[in-house]
């Protein structure tokens, strides 16, 4: 609880930051932002920050936090450079409900997978998708 009210707040403190830079139609604009949204912490960087206060050495706990902005880079680059790219790709009728049904079919064959394992059929597809069995 305490945590959310203080993602809240620091919400609040860079909402009018974010209200100058938004739209993000300009390249400046665009790398303003994307610094204001590195600022909110996720699971990750929170979970990576506690690593680094573990080490109980200020020289590792900043490699720690070192390693992994260079870890998280190579991925984060082109996931950034391309999300536009594929949003706008999504906003296609026909790819968007693709997209859609292919989510829907994902969660119902998760939800299905217990009992599809009984199906002998069906027991190498599942087992090359990850299922086990329970019994």
Same mark, same amino acid.
């Given at each position: ?9 620091? $919400?609040? $403190?860079?909402? &009018? ?12 604009? $665009? ?8 600022w ?17 050495? =200020? ?14 880079? &190579? ?6 450079? =391309? ?8 906003? $296609?009728?026909?790819?968007?409900? =693709? ?7 994902a ?20 087992s ?8």
């Amino acid at each position: 609880m305490r945590r959310a009210l203080a993602d809240a707040a620091q $919400r609040r $403190r860079l909402a &009018p930051l974010r209200a100058r830079v938004w739209p993000a139609d300009t390249a400046p604009k $665009r790398l303003a932002l994307g610094m204001l949204w590195g600022w909110m912490p996720c699971g990750l960087s929170t979970t990576l920050l506690a690593a680094a206060w573990l080490q109980a050495s =200020a020289w590792h706990g900043a490699l720690t936090m070192a390693a992994f902005g260079l870890g998280t880079l &190579p991925v984060m680059v082109p996931l950034t450079w =391309a999300g536009m790219r594929i949003g706008r790709q999504l906003q $296609r009728g026909g790819l968007r409900t =693709a997209a859609g049904l292919l989510v829907v079919g994902a969660g119902l064959l998760t939800l299905a997978g217990p009992w599809l394992m009984q199906v002998p059929a069906l027991h190498g597809v599942l087992s090359a998708l990850g299922c086990r069995s329970l019994g």
